[in-house]
């Protein structure tokens, strides 16, 4: 976790080979932090590497199950109101707490994300081929069900 946590002028070295939304990988705090932004393919990709990035770490789901979400949030509120070299400079048992319960909700923010942005580009994909429709065979799609 702690390979996350560096300011974002010290990522790790860039690849030989220019950043695509297929080979992209999340490797900083501030790049799991990031909004999702415009639904579109790339975004999805993105977050989709953010989540995997998080389930490599291999938390347990059970890790926070008895503690109330109110206090795991407040972990969460923590992380998120700190730099990078803030959060490092706690002692190991907080940091490592900390980042545990920030990546717990970050993930299930990810989760909810992607089901949001699959919707998005579906709802995209069916209104261009209505509208290939209409603009193919002159008929309004919305007649077919009647």
Known sequence: MDALIRETEEILPVPSTPATPTNWVPQTLHDLRTDPGRAG????LR??????CIRVIG?????FAELPSAVL???RQRVDGE????????????????LAAWLVER????????VDL???LMHRIVTRAEEKVETAYGVDPVSWSH
Do not use: C, G, N, W
């Open 73 to 75: 949030h407040r972990y």
């Open 41 to 44: 393919l790339a975004t999805f």
């Open 107 to 114: 993930e299930q923010e990810i989760t909810d994300t992607l």
């Open 83 to 98: 730099r990078p070299s803030e959060v490092l400079a706690h002692p190991d048992p907080i940091r490592a707490t900390l």
């Open 59 to 63: 938390l347990p789901a059970s890790l």
């Open 47 to 52: 977050e989709v590497a953010k989540l995997r």
């Open 118 to 120: 699959l919707i998005q």
